[in-house]
């Protein structure tokens, strides 16, 4: 079992940046992929970022492409989400999750999931 915690949301205005974080708990971090998904009022859950156990393999939503960076701390069991020139329509709740496999686009892949943390950005 892993427990995933989200933080680092908040109420931003446009242009600005937040970085998330998600701390897991309970098995070997570095054994996951992780991912990054978002999920605004009325739409469906998407992909925005992932990263592979070791992370020397990233990937990106292309909304998000060139404004935020995936990294991970495998030591401090931690996955980070740095969210630059922020965009209203990225005003979402946004989850981490593990997977024991690859990097993942579709949220239903992986094993565990986070609460979220909400990022609201304000125009």
């Known amino acids: 079992q892993v427990q995933l915690v989200e933080s680092g949301g908040g109420l931003v205005q446009a242009g600005g940046s937040l970085r998330l974080s998600c701390v897991a708990s309970?098995?070997?971090?570095?054994?996951?992929?992780m991912g990054w998904f978002r999920q605004a009022p009325g739409k469906e859950r998407e992909f925005v970022a992932g990263?592979?156990?070791?992370?020397?393999?990233?990937s990106y939503a292309e909304p998000v492409k060139g404004r935020f960076t995936v990294s991970r701390d495998n030591a401090k069991n931690t996955v980070y989400l740095q969210m630059n020139t922020l965009k209203p329509e990225d005003t979402a709740a946004y989850y981490c999750?593990?997977?024991?496999?690859?990097?993942?686009?579709?949220?239903?892949?992986?094993?565990?999931y986070g609460q979220g943390t909400q990022v609201t950005v304000s125009s």
């Open positions: 309970g098995r070997t971090f570095s054994n996951y992929a």
């Open positions: 990263i592979s156990r070791g992370g020397g393999s990233i």
């Open positions: 999750a593990a997977t024991r496999t690859v990097i993942l686009t579709h949220w239903e892949g992986y094993n565990y």
